[in-house]
């Protein structure tokens, strides 16, 4: 019983940050993304009885006891689902570079979802699957499908409502995303711990979630119309005002570096010129920048050349889960 699935990875244009359920991932908001096609991960699962305990191994070495443990806790959940208790070998091959901002861990869980349940023959729709991924990564049910992709947050407390769902392929509308990478040290604070103390001690982060509803509508609306600089605008402001409660914390989170406030004013200083061209940050340092294909090489060449960036990586809209 083996299979092998490749899952790329996504950004989130209106962000998820908190969690109502840490244990079954479970957000305090829907969030909406848009999945990429230049870094992914491709998995291969084996059940066999004949193994004596779960093996796992990432880029060709065997990974930690801790990635072990983490991956056999996620199989768990689809061997129940199979009515198995077969060990399973799994050999994983990331193609996101580290530290550039792209949460290897949405590609990572979404291919590995596919290839465990294909390879115990579950007949998974594609919300299903999302529900099973969501459950190893939050945002790896958002990384089942291609292109704009929903998030619902749910109200069960099962999680069984909490799904993923494709608002638009990855062929209808096509972009530039840039990821521009200023710093690639590891961050102080985790994404994990960050969500944990914005949402219990920043006195902005009711306010934040007050305003997601009106963000996902809008976003909708100018995903529909193929609206380029009304998704900027929505997107941007989304991702300000997440920031925003992170310095509410107690005490403050503060993810931006030098070089992250260098890309946010010279992406402002772009707009101002007239090139339509919109930043997004997630919980940390580097910037995403979204612009028209036909403006990708004169924004890239312009970021390549600020004294603070190390890198900058151009991806496009990608395909979702697909089996090889």
Not at 22 to 29: A, D, G, S, V
Not at 221 to 230: C, K, N, T, V, W
Not at 260 to 286: E, K
Request: include cysteine; glycine fraction near 8%; charge should be negative.
């Amino acid at each position: 019983m083996k299979a092998t699935a490749k899952a790329n990875t996504n950004i989130a244009l209106i962000k998820y940050w908190g969690k109502r359920d840490e244990k079954l991932f479970l957000p305090m908001n829907s969030s909406l993304s848009v999945t990429l096609d230049r870094f992914y991960t491709i998995t291969t699962v084996e059940f066999n009885e004949s193994f004596e305990k779960d093996i796992f191994f990432l880029d060709n070495v065997i990974a930690s006891d801790k990635e072990v443990e983490k991956v056999s806790k996620f199989l768990d959940k689809v061997r129940i689902a199979a009515g198995v208790t077969y060990p399973a070998l799994v050999s994983s091959e990331n193609k996101v570079p580290t530290a550039a901002g792209f949460a290897s861990s949405a590609s990572g869980f979404a291919a590995l979802a596919a290839a465990a349940a294909k390879a115990l023959q579950l007949d998974l729709s594609g919300r299903e699957l999302s529900v099973l991924a969501r459950q190893g990564s939050g945002s790896a049910c958002r990384s089942i499908y291609g292109g704009f992709v929903e998030w619902h947050k749910g109200i069960e407390a099962d999680g069984s409502d909490s799904f993923a769902n494709q608002l638009l392929d990855e062929n209808a509308w096509d972009f530039s995303i840039l990821s521009v990478l200023v710093a690639s040290e590891q961050k102080n604070v985790s994404s994990r711990d960050g969500m944990r103390q914005t949402v219990l001690t920043s006195p902005f982060y009711k306010g934040w979630l007050d305003t997601i509803e009106g963000d996902l509508s809008a976003l909708r609306d100018a995903i529909g119309d193929r609206d380029f600089d009304s998704l900027g605008k929505v997107m941007e402001s989304n991702a300000l005002k997440m920031h925003g409660t992170m310095l509410g914390a107690e005490p403050p989170i503060l993810y931006w570096q030098s070089g992250t406030m260098d890309v946010i004013h010279h992406i402002q200083l772009l707009r101002s010129s007239g090139i339509p061209v919109y930043f997004t940050i997630d919980a940390g340092p580097n910037v995403k920048v979204l612009c028209m294909p036909k403006h990708e090489q004169i924004v890239y060449e312009s970021l390549i050349k600020l004294p603070k960036v190390k890198k900058v990586f151009t991806c496009h809209p990608g395909e979702g889960v697909t089996y090889l």
